[in-house]
């Protein structure tokens, strides 16, 4: 009956029916957003729940949608503290958002969830780290690392059903890397001109955006947009130009682990596709005359002493580290020291091994991080733990790789492979798997290579 009184005869929406619809929507949202801002105004965890209802079924009719606010959140995870505790994030409250939606939606239309053989690795894993709970040094600690891991795992999932064509993908990474232009010139804009310390950061606050993390968000998107080029869009060039900038940042951050992962990605690319050696060098020509427009030379100079001195340094310790890891590995080989020990454990062997002396006078209370995301799960997990994680990776590469082979017309198939060798390499200096990025590129690769979901009548 409402139907057929509000169609006419030719089965269309009339004017009159369509406009005050339109007008309701946007004085509806309008209301909404004013509502929301002033009960942001009053307490800002009332507002971000007042706008979150309105926003509710939103999240169930369109999850694709939605996801692709969270990725543009993604570059700004370190920055997004809603709570001086650090437990809240902006990333984390859209996460938890957006997977209620979807998997509201999934009920709903009844569609089957899709995870295969990688997945299914990458989840016994995180089992595996649960069980870890038990024989950890620090419970507490290791229930908050395994709260990151289910969260990141449950991200993981919902990214692999939400990509489910070439397009999907190839959207969601043109999403990161609008977002990546703009986490760029935030880290330009603040970068400094005076004083010893010149490498890019972030600081927004209380809170600041490690250097190396800096780089591992800048990368990745570097990586995908020159794998992609400027296929599947009309204005593809834009990722191409896109790429300057973010490479100048990156060089400013003066991480060695993202530039050789820059090196690497950018190799296996010019491996899949040989034509990309003009583009190639034109964009690292572009971002060489760039370098001392943007950057002050004292930072120019500083970076590239800080290459020159891998050696010297130890790699910022990082010799040092790996080799009382090492220690810690021989002595729990099997299942590790439990989930989050290798910072509890760290002193004691350090006493023992054979570290520069420099180094043990500067850390003598321990509390170091592994900066290797393989040594560091090989010491908590052991052998076990890490060969899941190990081969949940090579499965993703090899995921990756095929659809490479495969799909080579597709935008996004040949940057898949270079974002994991880039990934793999980068992997090798800081602990890169308690990121949401890495998770959502090894979603991308295990679901181009599953079938697309049936959709229920």
């Not at 190839?170 to 330009?188: F, K, M, N, P």
């Not at 997990?381 to 995921?399: E, F, I, S, W």
């Amino acid at each position: 009956m409402l139907r057929s009184a509000s169609l006419v005869s030719d089965g269309r929406p009339t004017a009159s029916t369509r406009v005050p619809g339109a007008r309701a929507w946007i004085v509806g949202g309008a209301a909404a957003v004013l509502t929301g801002l002033a009960a942001y105004d009053i307490d800002p965890r009332a507002g971000i729940a007042f706008l979150g209802a309105a926003a509710a079924p939103l999240l169930v009719v369109m999850p694709q949608r939605a996801f692709l606010i969270l990725v543009a959140a993604l570059p700004f995870d370190a920055l997004a503290s809603l709570a001086e505790s650090r437990t809240l994030s902006l990333t984390r409250l859209l996460g938890v958002a957006v997977l209620g939606g979807w998997l509201a939606h999934a009920l709903i239309t009844r569609s089957p969830i899709r995870l295969g053989r990688a997945g299914w690795l990458l989840a016994a894993y995180v089992a595996f780290a649960a069980l870890s709970v038990a024989w950890a040094p620090d419970t507490d600690d290791a229930m908050a690392q395994l709260r990151t891991l289910v969260q990141l795992l449950a991200f993981y999932v919902m990214a692999v059903n939400l990509l489910v064509r070439p397009a999907d993908a190839r959207v969601v990474l043109d999403v990161l890397l609008v977002a990546t232009i703009v986490l760029a010139g935030v880290a330009l804009w603040q970068l400094p001109t005076e004083g010893h310390h010149v490498r890019a950061e972030i600081v927004l606050g209380d809170d600041t955006f490690n250097p190396n993390y800096l780089a591992a968000a800048l990368v990745f998107p570097v990586i995908a947009a020159l794998g992609m080029g400027r296929a599947g869009s009309p204005f593809g060039w834009l990722r191409l130009l896109a790429v300057v900038p973010i490479a100048v940042t990156l060089f400013a951050t003066g991480s060695r682990g993202g530039g050789i992962a820059l090196v690497v990605g950018v190799g296996m690319l010019a491996v899949l596709r040989p034509r990309l050696g003009p583009t190639l060098g034109i964009a690292v020509l572009c971002a060489g005359l760039l370098l001392p427009v943007v950057l002050p030379d004292n930072t120019i100079q500083r970076i590239d002493d800080r290459w020159a001195g891998s050696t010297e340094d130890r790699l910022s310790g990082r010799l040092d580290i790996w080799k009382v890891g090492t220690a810690m590995f021989v002595d729990h080989p099997l299942a590790g020291v439990g989930l989050g020990g290798f910072r509890d454990e760290f002193y004691t062997y350090m006493i023992a091994t054979p570290v520069d002396p420099t180094f043990a006078r500067i850390h003598n209370r321990g509390n170091r991080v592994p900066h290797n995301v393989y040594l560091g799960t090989f010491v908590e997990l052991g052998v076990v733990g890490g060969g899941l994680l190990v081969a949940a990776l090579a499965t993703h590469g090899l995921a990756a790789w095929r659809v490479a082979r495969h799909r080579r017309a597709v935008a996004p198939a040949l940057a898949l492979p270079a974002l994991f060798a880039s990934m793999a390499v980068f992997g090798g200096s800081i602990d890169l798997m308690g990121q949401k990025l890495p998770w959502l590129l090894l979603a991308a690769m295990q679901a181009a290579v599953l079938p697309a979901p049936e959709t229920s009548a």
